[in-house]
């Protein structure tokens, strides 16, 4: 059995406790919170501990996945656990995975562990799909388009704005633009013309709401470079219908063979999730499996999704996988 610890208790690491008790191979061995453990009751019986006493299980536990958020837990949180542990994380700020990357696989080729950084769907899953279209059609063009789902990122920016008591923010793919590339055509798009963004907003009783729409609707790197629409609601509407946190999208690579490269094609990978965390948590658990594996390869060091041999994130055996879907 694989023995997993769970590093943050919120969204994500409850459905990596979930994830993990569904898993045949793995044995949950304890969750670790910041907050006062006491106060806190699992799902499954599993344990939790205070984040201070991760030490004390070194010897008990062979794979940490660590459940914290991208902005300031994981490059901290990461670091400091892989010393100790083999670890996984869903770090998602794509501009600084190259240097996340430089400082887990330093600390762990020190200590002999093994980091898989950076899972989940995108990056993650997406990105696998990235690279597998990018491999077979050379010649091409890359698509992604995010959504329908909730943005947790841009639902808290616009919970940042004064005023605002909560918000829920959908990003939605425009569907013209979708057909258009599923043509083959290769058009270029401008990010407006790839997705919308839908904002249910509750706002205090004597909030202005006309000047709460234009600060989000001009709100640079989150609203300013599309078509916004900004809805006004109670909190018993949104605690009604906006509570769920569904997400998804689809990635194309179209591109041409043939000396003449007149023979179009469109490869489209599509994901439609009710849960994101859940979902992102069976990415992780998965990629934990990979993790343990890796581990007793000696394969040491920080690696990605791409190096990650495919059949050493499912619980069976090659033979059973050649035998059975190959």
Known sequence: MIKIGIYGYGNLGKGVEIATKLSKDMELVGIFTRREPSNLKSQTG?????????????????VMIMCGGSANDLPVQTAQMASFFNVVDSFDTHAK???????????????????????????????????????ILPTGKDYTFWGPGVSQGHSDAIRRIPGVVDARQYTIPVEDSLNLVRTGKNPDLSVREKHTRECYVVINSD????????????????????????????QEE???????????????????TGLDRTNNHVIEYKLKLDSNP?????????????????????????????????????????????????
């Open 46 to 62: 599993a344990k939790i501990y205070s984040c201070n006493y991760t030490e004390n299980m070194i010897d008990k536990i062979d």
């Open 97 to 135: 995975i190259p240097e996340h990357f430089e400082n887990i696989n330093k600390i762990c080729l020190k200590n002999n562990k093994v980091g898989i950084i950076s899972t989940g769907w995108d990056p993650g899953m997406f990105s696998l799909m990235r690279l597998y279209g990018q491999a």
């Open 207 to 234: 909030a202005n709401p006309k000047e709460i729409e234009e600060k989000i609707k001009n709100m640079p790197n989150y609203f300013s470079d599309y078509d916004t629409n900004v809805y006004f609601i109670t």
């Open 238 to 256: 949104l605690d009604k219908n906006h509570k769920k946190l569904p997400h998804g999208g689809t990635v194309f690579r179209t591109g041409c």
């Open 278 to 326: 859940e979902f992102t948590a069976g990415v992780l658990v998965a990629c934990a499996r990979a993790a343990y594996r890796l581990s007793t390869d000696r394969n040491y060091g920080c690696k990605t999704i791409f190096d990650i041999p495919p059949a050493y994130l499912h619980e069976r055996s090659n033979e059973d996988l050649r035998a059975t879907i190959l």
